[in-house]
């Protein structure tokens, strides 16, 4: 060994004992490597991270979990909603959604439709006042909560589609019990992926946020929706 070089066999023999003797630390041998630790979404104390500025907001997941890769895994869902964007209509007791389309005149029932000149009508009219077309927005909820629903839409394998689990996981990372639960507006919470047996085990779920926009749940409506 030259007299300028060092010795790192011990350097190279601790990394091994960390993280296996191989670098490839790919999901599917991330346990045989014994990388398994350091894995994002292994724990729900290091979970892999998404966010949902809009609703209603669908996500896909599909991978796989188990057999020498990670028997669980774990997502955090932040959700911090632009009340500015929407891509649905939400209704308010007492009101309908109208929809509004610019695609030319026609007539349905005797009924022809409207042409909208935003040129006309800017100042008051017979104490009329002039018409204000928004984009589509979520109005301003008091105590507001939106829906959150997961599906376990399955492999179409029941040997395998019988041994993965899914589930909700509120912000305090307690198991929900069911497959719908409410958050605030400003929140998050967990989704956790969970292979049942020592099998390679595929999945295909996806979770709609937002699919309903409410306010004034009492504690106890809260209690029942979320479990």
């Known amino acids: 060994m030259n007299e300028g070089a060092k010795d790192v066999t011990q350097r190279i023999l601790d990394r091994h004992i960390i993280y296996g003797a191989s670098d490839y630390t790919a999901p599917a041998y991330l346990s045989s490597n014994k990388s398994l630790n350091y894995s994002e979404g292994g724990s729900i104390n290091s979970p892999q991270k998404d966010r949902v500025t809009i609703i209603p907001f669908r996500i896909n997941y599909q991978d796989s979990v188990g057999l020498f890769g990670k028997e669980n ?11 500015g964007v929407a891509f649905a209509c939400f209704e308010e007791e007492g009101w309908s959604c109208a929809q509004m389309t610019e695609d030319g005149l026609i007539t349905v029932n005797t009924y022809s439709s409207a042409e ?38 399955k492999t179409g394998n029941k040997y395998i589609d019988a041994w993965f689990d899914v589930r909700l996981y509120n912000k305090a990372r307690q198991e929900h019990p069911y497959d719908k639960m409410y958050v605030r507006v400003n929140d998050f919470f967990y989704i956790g992926f969970h292979a049942r047996n020592t099998k390679r085990l595929p999945y295909n779920v996806n979770c709609v946020i937002g699919e309903e926009y409410v306010s004034g749940l009492n504690p106890e409506q809260v209690r029942f929706k979320n479990g």
């Open 116 to 153: 909208i000149d935003r040129g006309k009508d800017l100042t008051i009219v017979n104490t009329y006042d002039p018409s204000v077309i928004k984009t589509p927005s979520i109005s301003s909820k008091p105590d507001a909560y939106i829906s959150v629903d997961l599906n376990n839409l």
């Open 73 to 83: 895994h774990f997502i955090r869902v932040d959700v911090n909603i632009n009340p």
